[in-house]
């Protein structure tokens, strides 16, 4: 009951503060207004604080000594990196760097001294950014200065723009100016300045005034009203005196229209082509001379552009006549265009070898005339140098058809002559001494062998006469195998093959062979490289190799193997024997070569092995240091079996074992 009671007092007593809370409200509005009828707040004074944090600039203000009184625009404008709260009684020379506080702090005081607005600038770096500020300064009374600092930075680096621009056109040789549309003169580069007299400001001259081709103020109305008919851009050419000359120049103008804050400026750009004409017209007339002559001779002549895919700039008459081909039909065009694809081949090959060594050539050349016929030509060619431009090809031709081809017999019958010759000479002197030398050894200890005492003696006779039959044997199937070469009757049946079981074969005969005191190491052991080869052809070559490292490897060792090289296959065989001396490395392939006279042996084995690789389009070589060793090799396309899995037969080991038996001086396994 007595709960009851409370809440309902509570309640009334609410009610009544709640009434007497609207009186006093209604009882200060109109005090409120009775006062602002007595005394008015003006729009500034209400305002003025909304105003103040609006702006983009700082506003502070310091005393005369320079402390900071407050920071009345917005802690958004704050730039010095003191904050509002912090500013409040700090020196101004512990709010910036010491340039920037000297600057603010001559015009500050300037500023107090006079009375009137002063300005400073200075930079600071804000948000790691080097940033330009402008300070205005004014005297608010005998106590306090309100300074205004606005960031110029964009202003600044527009206005550096615009320098680096204006110093970009005065250098330029063109004449470039900007006129509004009644004919002021607004921007001129130096270059119009200097050669047309501006001697009036920008702003006033006007342009009809000066010695151009607009002489009237009519004159530069028409000129502008072209403008506009033609979308605003107008290209002209304009014949007018320089100042300070006496005849008139040419001019070739571009002139374009742009609106600038809803005002018309017109661009002129003007380029004195006065030279340019009349370098080209004595060209015309030096073209037309020399075409006159040109035509009028009897050798080809014609003049390619290497630049241009070397197509064809002069063809003349002659040429035309000759070969059937008018020049309208190859001026324009290459020679894979006009000629054959071997001949346009040839000549191509001609004119890059002529642009590599900028060396002047004299070669034959062969093309076949529109009708089918072929000419012979005896053709010079050489580079012209041009000015500012690559060089240049000129081709002078003489047809010699029928005497080249008299001549070409004769040359070609000759030079058959020759070669047979020395190579008769050369094989005689080269095979007389390496029959005669085993042969004499067989026949001389054939005869001792029946006089023999001793079972020794015999074996001794008899393994001179097989070790000789051997090397009579090698001799007499290189010569074969260099007679088939030359033929082109040499055999290479590609098979598949699996090249580590071939150089495994090659390591179980070789390996008792190999003197005392060297190691025979097969690199790959127990890999496989499946491919389509001659096994026999790739054995006669590891086999001359490996006999070659045997000959001269007294100590060290003889290692051999292959890898792969993309698509590619080599092959070699290193040693640590005597090595090649460096001059001598780049005969080591040709026939009949022997670096060692007392060795055995007939100097054709790796001539033929050259051969062989060539013929399968390979590649062969010799990498060499004297003194301490060797390393052959060859390279051969790996071609990918058409069955992959291929297992060594034993047909296949015979074949190989034959193989090197036939290609090894000693037989003895």
Request: charged content about 30%; some cysteine.
């Amino acid at each position: 009951m007595d709960s009851e009671r409370t809440v309902k007092t509570m309640a009334e007593q609410l009610e009544a503060l709640t009434k007497e809370n609207e009186r006093l409200k209604q009882e200060l509005s109109v005090l409120r207004q009775e006062k602002e009828k007595a005394n008015p707040v003006s729009f500034k004074e209400r305002y003025a604080v909304k105003i103040l944090n609006s702006l983009p600039d700082m506003l502070t203000v310091f005393d005369h000594n320079e402390i900071g009184i407050e920071v009345v625009s917005n802690e958004e404008t704050n730039h010095v990196g003191v904050t509002n709260e912090d500013f409040v009684g700090m020196h101004m020379r512990n709010m910036v760097p010491p340039e920037a506080y000297q600057n603010i702090h001559s015009n500050m005081q300037h500023a107090v001294a006079t009375g009137a607005v002063s300005a400073a600038h200075h930079e600071l770096d804000f948000n790691g950014k080097r940033h330009y500020y402008e300070n205005r300064i004014f005297p608010l009374d005998e106590k306090y200065v309100l300074i205004m600092c606005r960031d110029i930075s964009e202003r600044v680096a527009t206005q550096r723009q615009l320098e680096v621009f204006k110093s970009v056109l005065d250098k330029v040789s063109d004449s470039i100016l900007a006129v509004s549309k009644d004919g002021t003169l607004v921007y001129a580069n130096k270059q119009f300045i200097e050669e047309y007299g501006v001697t009036k400001e920008l702003g006033i001259q006007k342009v009809y005034d000066l010695p151009v081709s607009m002489t009237t103020k009519e004159a530069w109305e028409k000129r502008l009203q072209e403008i506009r008919d033609n979308d605003g851009s107008f290209a002209y050419r304009a014949a007018y005196v320089r100042m300070g000359e006496t005849k008139k120049r040419v001019h070739q103008v571009s002139s374009f229209l742009t609106h600038e804050n809803e005002q018309e400026l017109i661009w002129f750009f003007t380029q004195d082509i006065t030279d340019v004409i009349k370098k080209r017209d004595e060209l015309r007339e030096l073209n037309q001379l020399l075409d006159g002559i040109l035509n009028n001779i009897p050798v080809y002549l014609f003049v390619k552009d290497p630049a241009d895919e070397f197509k064809y700039l002069y063809w003349n008459k002659a040429f035309a006549e000759h070969s059937g081909i008018p020049a309208s039909k190859a001026i324009g065009h290459t020679d894979y265009e006009i000629f054959q694809s071997e001949e346009a081949e040839k000549f191509r090959k001609d004119d890059l070898e002529l642009l590599r060594t900028h060396q002047r050539i004299d070669i034959q050349e062969t093309y076949l005339t529109a009708n089918g016929e072929a000419r012979i030509v005896q053709t010079l060619k050489a580079l012209v140098p041009m000015e500012d431009r690559e060089p240049l090809l000129i081709g002078i031709s003489w047809d010699t058809t029928n005497l080249q081809n008299i001549e070409q017999e004769l040359i070609k019958a000759r030079i058959k002559a020759e070669q047979s010759d020395r190579l008769k000479s050369a094989f005689l002197a080269n095979m007389s001494h390496e029959i005669r030398t085993p042969l004499n050894a067989i026949v001389g200890f054939s005869q001792l062998l029946p006089t023999a005492d001793t079972p020794e003696e015999q074996k001794l006779y008899s393994d001179i006469i097989n070790q000789n039959s051997d090397i009579l044997l090698q001799l007499i199937n290189d010569i074969l195998d260099l007679s088939k070469i030359e033929a082109g009757t040499l055999e290479y049946v590609k098979r598949p093959i699996n090249l580590g079981e071939v150089c495994r074969t090659i390591y179980a005969v070789h390996k008792e062979r190999i003197k005392g005191g060297v190691d025979f190491i097969f690199d790959n052991g127990e890999e496989d490289l499946q491919m389509e080869g001659d096994p026999n052809r790739i054995m006669q070559i590891i086999t001359n190799f490996i006999t070659n490292a045997t000959k001269f490897t007294h100590a060290g060792e003889i290692r051999f193997g292959f890898e792969r090289e993309g698509e590619n296959v080599r092959v070699y065989v290193k040693d640590t024997g005597i090595g090649i001396e460096k001059e001598k490395v780049g005969h080591i392939f040709e026939r009949f070569v022997k670096l060692n006279s007392f060795v055995q042996g007939t100097g054709l084995g790796l001539s033929i092995c050259r051969m062989i690789i060539e013929k399968i389009g390979g590649e062969i070589g010799v990498t060499s240091e004297f003194g301490k060793g060797s390393t052959f090799y060859f390279i051969i396309p790996w071609d990918i079996p058409k069955i992959i899995k291929f297992k060594a037969t034993t047909s296949l080991r015979i074949s190989c074992l034959f193989c090197i038996f036939k290609h090894s001086p000693q037989k003895t396994v």
